[in-house]
Nanobody, 115 residues
Framework: QGQLVESGGGLVQPGGSLRLSCAAS????????MGWYRQAPGKQRELVAT???????IYADSVKGRFTISRDNAKNTVTLQMNSLKLEDTAVYYC?????????WGQGTQVTVSS
């Protein structure tokens, strides 16, 4: 299995922005659907956004218009640009690689939105 390492989390005020990155290694990155998921305390992990190998994207309704997922197959990275952050965006954000029913997860990065 490959390795995924997230970075870019932190503390931000409501209305602010953060950019999360996920560096992938150990597998053919360009073949995989990449995704960002999040888990808030006491809640189940949920989909934030995904991007297929062909660049098609899906977003959770709660982040549409505020978050943007992108990938750089040359650098084996997937990025989540988060704008207009809200208190309810506070969670641990995880990167996931998926192909043919096989999944790999990163260790997660904490995003805290607080005034």
């Amino acid at each position: 299995q490959g390795q995924l390492v997230e970075s870019g989390g932190g503390l931000v005020q409501p209305g602010g922005s953060l950019r999360l990155s996920c560096a992938a290694s150990g597998f053919t990155f360009s073949n995989y659907t990449m995704g960002w998921y999040r888990q808030a305390p006491g809640k189940q992990r949920e989909l934030v956004a995904t991007i297929t190998s062909g660049g098609n994207t899906i977003y959770a309704d709660s982040v549409k218009g505020r978050f943007t997922i992108s990938r750089d197959n040359a650098k084996n990275t997937v990025t989540l640009q988060m704008n207009s952050l809200k208190l309810e965006d506070t969670a641990v954000y995880y990167c996931r690689a998926a192909l043919a029913g096989r999944y790999s997860w990163g260790q997660g990065t904490q995003v805290t939105v607080s005034s």
